[in-house]
Structures are given as C-alpha cells and as structure tokens.
C-alpha cells in the first residue's frame, strides 16, 4: 500500500498528471468539484497512469478539499515512483 499526497486543480482544460511540487504531486481534472465528481475524475486517472483498478485507490483525506491523501493498494512505492516519475528527478 502506497499514500500519496495530492493537490487537485478541477476544471481544468485537460485531465493530467502535471508534476512533482516536492513530495505532493499535481494532478488537473475537467471535473466540478462537486458532488464527488473531481474526486472520482482523479481516481480513474490515476488508476489509468498506475495501471491498477480504480477499486485499488481511494481518497482518505481531502475529499472536499484541493489538498488530498488518496491510498493505492497493490503497488509499493518504488513501482508508483516508476510509473509516475521521480519527484526528486
């Protein structure tokens, strides 16, 4: 199980994975934040961009919040790190 802190930018042009700002990484959704779709919008990237099932992510804190804590079961960190890029790079 891998935690990862999140800053989420709803309403964006495009869903993506924009970067690294430290340890947080940056994620843009063209979903509302509303009734739960933003955080659904980052689910399903991610689990896409990790390659798990969307069942293996969910968000354990933030949920109305910019700033998020979603848990990814399945995959240790240096397999995350992999796939989404170094932070540190």
Do not use: C, F, H, Y
Not at 39 to 45: D, F, G, M, S, Y
Not at 65 to 73: A, D, G, R
């Amino acid at each position: 199980m891998v935690r990862l802190q999140l800053k989420v930018a709803p309403k964006s042009g495009r869903n993506a994975i924009t970067g690294w700002m430290g340890d947080t990484l940056k994620v843009s959704v063209t979903a509302v934040p509303e009734r739960g779709k933003a955080n659904e919008a980052v689910i399903e990237l991610l689990a896409d961009v990790l390659r798990v099932p969307k069942s293996a992510i969910q968000v354990v804190r933030g949920a109305s919040s910019s700033q998020k804590l979603v848990q990814i079961e399945g995959l240790i960190e240096a397999e995350v790190i992999k796939r989404l890029g170094d932070p540190a790079a």
